[in-house]
């Protein structure tokens, strides 16, 4: 049995089977189950205290803040999630945030996919002219899928985080509109 897009959920972007749609409520549940441990969750989401609910879940993007749910078709639940957040007081500047695979799918490649995917949705529908995110530096998987899509370091920065009382380093990487067409231009590598 094959599973598309339900007539009421908004598709973002689409990439052959792949697709970006709209956050729901229902998701948010599924999504508090992803991170494996806290440590995973404190990667994820350094501001969010253990035990990760829907209502968090729900927080994270903030008031103007745009949850999207990487999809692929024939899959009835979303495979990852992610945001695209404007930063503030930066007109055309968005901020990438909470980009998490489904811990089934991890190490297939799904999360260049998604990150493919809402690069197009900022740069080709949301007018962006830079997105940018920071990461810990030593979440190498994260950090390779993020060089690998267009992303470069843009400098590192010292975040001190509540939840457990330390600072900690943090990778910032960026991607200009310039950086994302000529990317796009270039042909796949084999």
């Not at 549940?29 to 995973?40: K, N, V």
């Not at 055309?92 to 998490?100: D, P």
């Not at 390779?144 to 370091?153: A, D, I, K, T």
Request: glycine share 8%.
């Amino acid at each position: 049995m094959s599973v598309t897009p339900s007539p009421t959920e908004v598709v973002h972007v689409r990439n052959g089977l792949y697709y970006l749609s709209s956050f729901n409520k229902q998701a948010a549940s599924l999504i508090t189950g992803w991170p494996r441990d806290a440590r995973e969750l404190f990667r994820l989401a350094p501001k969010t205290l253990p035990p990760l609910t829907e209502a968090k879940v729900m927080a994270w993007p903030g008031q103007n803040g745009c949850p999207l749910l990487f999809r692929r078709d024939g899959v009835t639940d979303p495979l990852g999630y992610l945001e695209l957040n404007p930063m503030p007081v930066q007109e055309r500047h968005l901020w990438m945030g909470h980009c998490v695979i489904q811990p089934e799918h991890r190490g297939r490649g799904l999360g260049r996919v998604m990150v493919d995917l809402v690069l197009d949705k900022a740069f080709l529908h949301r007018d962006a002219e830079r997105v940018s995110l920071v990461v810990f530096p030593d979440n190498v998987p994260a950090v390779r899928c993020y060089h690998r899509v267009g992303f470069l370091e843009a400098g590192e920065q010292v975040k001190y985080f509540p939840t457990t009382g330390h600072r900690y380093r943090m990778l910032r990487m960026s991607i200009d509109r310039r950086q994302y067409e000529l990317i796009r231009r270039e042909p796949a590598a084999g």
